[in-house]
């Protein structure tokens, strides 16, 4: 198990690297390499604690669509304590979001923060010193003195200093004379009790998986997003391919990793014991790969004005959405 927190560098001068391998979630044949911050996020940060990530993933029978994108699917943090012992708890920011940061590392605690990506370098390739996107970290090393601090982020866990650093937490003299300036909103993720285990931890994510069955949508939500989709494509005519990338993050994106993910929780629960026909994963997999099939049909059609109502992938994922959801609220009790 790696340790949750180290209080203090042992060399002054030299920045520590974390013992952190991406979870094998983040590794291999995926057709959605990154998902959501804050799935990513967690994904590694239980990792980083010891613990496999996949029984939480019941969730995500809850998925629908919300009229203008799908839901922007997140660990629901009942089932995290439940599961690992893990509680998260709102942190207030009374004074200095540094100080507050430091002071839960010191207990060995990781700060769920939103900052913005304007000054993480890991997002060398996207918004690194360029855009300036709302994203979350996990802060779980702190070295106030020297201006130095390691995060979870996205698919892996990474580390920041000087001028980042101050961008981190507003120090940067931009940020001076704004006393209306809003404090971020953040959480702290503390083990509050042991982890469930092996057979213990199987049973209590089947439980859970049953409980999401019964909150599942009421209709198909693949077919509530088909009906509006003609709308939403002149819309995407209309405004461009920087729109377009909005656009497929809260739609493609997020419905093809959730059921992704899915696919790969079911696997885990089949390996555990549960008979979950292998017909379902497939087909929540299945969704996964047309997801970006639809994704790159449309960047085309947007490219070249071109109305492309994308029948066919509405087809293949309507269907797909039906062979994954009744089967397998057939299945709970």
Same mark, same amino acid.
């Given at each position: 198990?790696?340790?949750?927190?180290?209080?203090?560098?042992?060399?002054?001068?030299?920045?520590?690297?974390?013992?952190?391998?991406?979870?094998?979630?983040?590794?291999?044949?995926?057709?959605?390499?990154?998902?959501?911050?804050?799935?990513?996020?967690?994904?590694?940060?239980?990792?980083?604690?010891?613990?496999?990530?996949?029984?939480?993933?019941?969730?995500?029978?809850?998925?629908?669509?919300?009229?203008?994108?799908?839901?922007?699917?997140?660990?629901?943090?009942?089932?995290?304590?439940?599961?690992?012992?893990?509680?998260?708890?709102?942190?207030?920011?009374?004074?200095?979001?540094?100080?507050?940061?430091?002071?839960?590392?010191? *207990?060995?605690?990781?700060?769920?923060? =939103?900052?913005?990506?304007? #000054? !993480?370098?890991?997002?060398? +390739?996207?918004? /690194?010193?360029?855009?300036?996107?709302?994203?979350?970290?996990?802060?779980?090393?702190?070295?106030?003195?020297?201006?130095?601090?390691?995060?979870?982020?996205?698919?892996?866990?990474?580390?920041?200093?000087?001028?980042?650093?101050?961008?981190?937490?507003?120090?940067?003299?931009?940020?001076?004379?704004?006393?209306?300036?809003?404090?971020?909103?953040?959480?702290?993720?503390?083990?509050?009790?042991?982890?469930?285990?092996?057979?213990?931890?199987?049973?209590?994510?089947?439980?859970?998986?049953?409980?999401?069955?019964?909150?599942?949508?009421?209709?198909?939500?693949?077919?509530?997003?088909?009906?509006?989709?003609?709308?939403?494509?002149?819309?995407?005519?209309?405004?461009?391919?920087?729109?377009?990338?909005?656009?497929?993050?809260?739609?493609? *994106?997020?419905?093809?990793?959730?059921? =992704?993910?899915?696919?790969? #929780? !079911?696997?885990?629960?089949? +390996?555990?014991? /549960?008979?979950?026909?292998?017909?379902?994963?497939?087909?929540?997999?299945?969704?996964?790969?047309?997801?970006?099939?639809?994704?790159?049909?449309?960047?085309?059609?947007?490219?070249?004005?071109?109305?492309?109502?994308?029948?066919?992938?509405?087809?293949?994922?309507?269907?797909?959405?039906?062979?994954?959801?009744?089967?397998?609220?057939?299945?709970?009790?």
């Amino acid at each position: 198990m790696n340790p949750p927190l180290m209080t203090a560098w042992t060399n002054p001068n030299v920045m520590p690297r974390r013992d952190h391998e991406p979870h094998v979630l983040h590794q291999g044949d995926r057709v959605w390499q990154e998902t959501n911050c804050y799935v990513d996020l967690w994904i590694e940060l239980l990792h980083g604690l010891g613990l496999d990530p996949r029984p939480a993933f019941a969730f995500t029978v809850t998925q629908d669509f919300e009229g203008d994108q799908f839901t922007f699917f997140k660990f629901p943090l009942e089932d995290i304590e439940r599961l690992y012992g893990v509680q998260v708890q709102e942190l207030a920011i009374y004074d200095s979001l540094e100080d507050r940061v430091f002071a839960q590392t010191q *207990r060995g605690h990781t700060v769920l923060v =939103e900052v913005d990506g304007h #000054y !993480l370098p890991n997002t060398r +390739a996207t918004s /690194y010193r360029r855009d300036h996107p709302k994203t979350t970290i996990g802060i779980d090393f702190i070295d106030p003195v020297r201006h130095r601090l390691g995060y979870f982020h996205n698919t892996g866990y990474h580390h920041l200093e000087g001028e980042d650093y101050d961008g981190v937490f507003r120090k940067l003299p931009q940020f001076c004379g704004q006393p209306d300036l809003l404090f971020p909103y953040v959480e702290f993720a503390k083990n509050a009790r042991p982890a469930l285990e092996g057979a213990a931890l199987a049973e209590a994510s089947a439980e859970l998986l049953c409980a999401h069955l019964a909150r599942r949508p009421m209709r198909n939500p693949v077919s509530m997003w088909r009906e509006v989709f003609p709308e939403h494509l002149e819309r995407l005519l209309t405004r461009g391919e920087s729109y377009f990338h909005l656009y497929s993050f809260n739609l493609m *994106r997020q419905l093809g990793a959730n059921f =992704e993910f899915l696919s790969k #929780y !079911l696997l885990w629960l089949a +390996a555990q014991g /549960y008979d979950v026909p292998a017909s379902i994963p497939a087909a929540a997999q299945q969704i996964a790969s047309e997801a970006m099939v639809m994704q790159f049909r449309l960047v085309r059609a947007v490219t070249r004005k071109r109305h492309d109502l994308c029948q066919d992938c509405f087809d293949v994922l309507e269907a797909a959405y039906e062979r994954t959801m009744s089967p397998l609220a057939a299945l709970a009790p």
